[in-house]
């Protein structure tokens, strides 16, 4: 059967579905899927394509991002001024 990418609306015979939170899609690529899919890193916006790091309801690409993250943003919640340091 073939179907199109919910991305790109290629029609390739490769297609793959994937399921989450009870929907399903199809995808052409990894690729596709990875940039309809994948949340994106609350510090540096990358795509997280690996287990990632969730803190306070955000999600980090890395340890290091929760990190950074976390200590420029005590106040995580609060949507307090950082010009002051
Ligand atoms: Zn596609
Ligand atoms: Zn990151």
């Not at 579905?17 to 052409?28: G, P």
């Not at 991002?65 to 976390?70: E, F, G, P, Y």
Request: include cysteine; charge should be negative; hydrophobic fraction near 40%.
């Amino acid at each position: 059967m073939r179907a199109r990418c919910d991305v790109c609306g290629s029609d390739y015979d490769k297609t793959f579905e994937v399921r989450m939170a009870r929907k399903s899609y199809i995808f052409d690529t990894f690729e596709c899927a990875i940039q309809f899919l994948a949340p994106t890193c609350a510090h540096c916006s990358c795509r997280i394509i690996g287990h990632g790091i969730e803190v306070g309801g955000a999600f980090y690409c890395c340890a290091h991002c929760a990190k950074v993250s976390a200590d420029s943003d005590v106040t995580a919640g609060a949507d307090s001024c950082v010009a002051a340091s």
